[in-house]
């Protein structure tokens, strides 16, 4: 269901596998998996929302939990290709104060944080 690829050594790219909704119990798999990864090494930990299809508050609280984590060590979360709609929902919650929400692919927000 997820992935976690790493690019340059550095940059932790959380990928969905296929199209999907998180909620509910997919939420509860997501935010186990999600802390367990090791981001220790990473500059920047960026997820690939192009197969984001819906969240509810329950995958918010996935990102939350994720957010608590990285931010004691000061490691930014940068949500990339996030739909109008579910971006809208991120600025309604005020999540971006938590997150950088880009619009532009991973591959383009990885090129701004290499220069």
């Excluded at 269901?1 to 509860?28: C, H, P, Q």
């Excluded at 060590?73 to 104060?97: A, E, R, V």
């Amino acid at each position: 269901m997820f992935e976690l690829e790493m690019i340059d050594g550095v940059y932790a790219v959380i990928r969905l596998k296929e199209s999907m909704r998180i909620t509910g119990e997919n939420s509860m798999n997501f935010r186990e998996w999600l802390l367990k990864q090791n981001f220790e090494n990473s500059k920047a930990v960026l997820f690939d929302a192009d197969n984001l299809v819906f969240v509810d508050s329950m995958g918010i609280a996935s990102f939350i939990a994720l957010y608590k984590k990285l931010n004691q060590k000061q490691i930014p979360i940068i949500m990339c290709g996030l739909s109008p709609d579910i971006k809208n929902l991120f600025i309604m919650l005020k999540l971006d104060t938590l997150f950088e929400i880009e619009c532009s692919s991973v591959f383009e927000v990885i090129e701004k944080l290499r220069s």
